[in-house]
């Protein structure tokens, strides 16, 4: 850091970063210099870290992954024909399924609001048996 000396009406005074020290009519030089500017400076601080927990970023993933009768079939299958190829086949064959779903309905008079119903319990059995793995 480099030091200036500022002289006003008679006195010298030593300029360290923003801070005046030195005192009516005195000087700092050699050793004194060293001295003071050991005491005064902070050494540099390291960044302060936040000790709060990070929180995991949620991801878009099966909490039954590997879990089911069928999961290992699926997971072998998914590996075997690629992920993107496996994901159109299961679009399709959940579509076919919906469509079957929704005839059945159809043929006993069931409303909409029972067909969502069976849908969604599709669903939660295909989970459980391990169909979406």
Known sequence: MAAA??????CNQT????????GWGSSISGEDYQTMLSKTVA???QARVSRKAIRAVPMMKNVNEGKGLFAPLVVVTRNLVGKKRFNQLRGKAIALHSQVITEFCKSIGADAKQRQGLIRLAKKNGERLGFLA
């Open 5 to 10: 000396s500022i002289s006003a009406i008679g």
């Open 15 to 22: 300029l360290i970063g923003t801070s005046f020290y030195g």
């Open 43 to 45: 050494p540099p601080q």
